[in-house]
């Protein structure tokens, strides 16, 4: 029997180490060792990668990650009543585990971490898009991951994979679908999780393109889809009126029309309005309309 599997069972360990759920750090966590080893096994083969995993808690996740083959695992967890419950799994397998005691929101994940890295996580609610946001929209491409495979409130899960022309699409759904492709890969209900939250989970795979689908500024097509959601309802030329002053003609001239929603807009559109902007005052040069 793998080291590993000789661990005492996650409900003893909360119990041994005092780990009742904080409702402030996102705790939920989940118990099956069963259910972690699938959601680990919806990032494909492990045993050549280093994996992230933000938020370990307890380790349930992170032992499925293991049990499955990862090469190398960094667990960073904000909250150090979880280390002890950690270090006795970094200790069942050894070199394999790093447990580190930090705010994910100011990892640099390459200071630890050999590519090719995926990232695995059952992440904490109050940071799971902000955390996402960041991954897509570094400068370079491609990013630190290869793919990410993420817990989230099923609703978030769903505005990251939505289609153009539904409500659910929006500024998730235009960033990861620009650089990534993004599905749904598991539903989980609420007693899955302990405690159980409010609402369904879902696991969304994104996996990283080589390239971006469509040429644009990270930093600009982020300002203006942020600006075009901001106001759904609004037509473009309203809701976008603070990015330019001749924001109707830059609409335009990126191919669409500046009575469009931003639900109605494609990928393709924001990137060429993207384009457009980061032209800087010069409207003249024209893009092909998009698709
Ligand atoms: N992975 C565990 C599981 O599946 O059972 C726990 C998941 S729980 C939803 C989220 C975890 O993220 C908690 O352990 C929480 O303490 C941790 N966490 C919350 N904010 C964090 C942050 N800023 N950086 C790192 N970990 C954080």
């Known amino acids: 029997m793998a080291a590993i599997d000789g661990l005492p069972p996650l409900r003893e360990v909360i119990a041994a180490h005092g780990l009742s759920a904080r409702k402030a750090l996102g ?17 494909g083969d492990l045993s050549a990668c280093d994996v ?99 817990m989230f409130q099923r609703e978030v899960a769903e505005r990251i994979t939505a289609r153009p022309g539904t409500r659910a699409y929006g500024r998730l759904a235009v960033l990861a679908q620009w650089r990534s492709t993004a599905r749904i890969v598991m539903e989980l209900p609420p007693e899955a999780f302990t405690p159980p939250p409010k609402v369904r989970s879902a696991v969304v ?51 669409l029309r500046p009575t469009d929603r931003a639900e109605q807009v494609p990928v393709e559109g924001f990137c060429a309005l993207a384009r457009e902007l980061a032209r800087g005052q010069d409207p003249t040069q024209t893009a092909p309309r998009a698709g």
């Not at 705790?27 to 990032?43: E, H, P, S, W």
């Not at 799971?128 to 630190?144: A, C, Q, S």
């Not at 990283?208 to 759904?232: I, K, S, T, W, Y």
Request: net charge neutral; with cysteine.
């Open 27 to 43: 705790q939920n966590f989940l118990l099956d060792l069963n259910l972690t080893a699938k959601i680990a096994r919806q990032a």
């Open 52 to 150: 992230l995993e933000v938020g370990p808690g307890p380790g349930g996740l992170t032992r499925g990650l293991l049990a499955e083959g990862a090469r190398r695992v960094l667990a960073v967890e904000k909250d150090p009543r979880c280390l002890p419950a950690l270090a006795e799994i970094a200790a069942a397998c050894p070199g394999r585990l790093e447990v580190m005691h930090a705010d994910a929101l100011e990892l640099d994940p390459l200071a630890h971490l050999t590519p090719p890295i995926r990232v695995v996580s059952n992440l904490p609610y109050n940071i799971g898009t902000e955390l996402l946001v960041r991954w897509l929209t570094p400068p370079e491409w491609p990013p630190f991951w290869e793919s990410l495979t993420l």
């Open 205 to 255: 795979h994104l996996q990283a393109l080589p390239e971006p689908r469509f040429p644009a500024d990270a930093a600009v097509l982020g300002r203006v889809v942020a600006a075009a959601f901001n106001q759904r309802r609004k037509m473009l030329r309203s809701a976008l009126r603070g990015l330019a002053p001749d924001i109707e003609k830059r609409i335009e001239a990126a191919g």
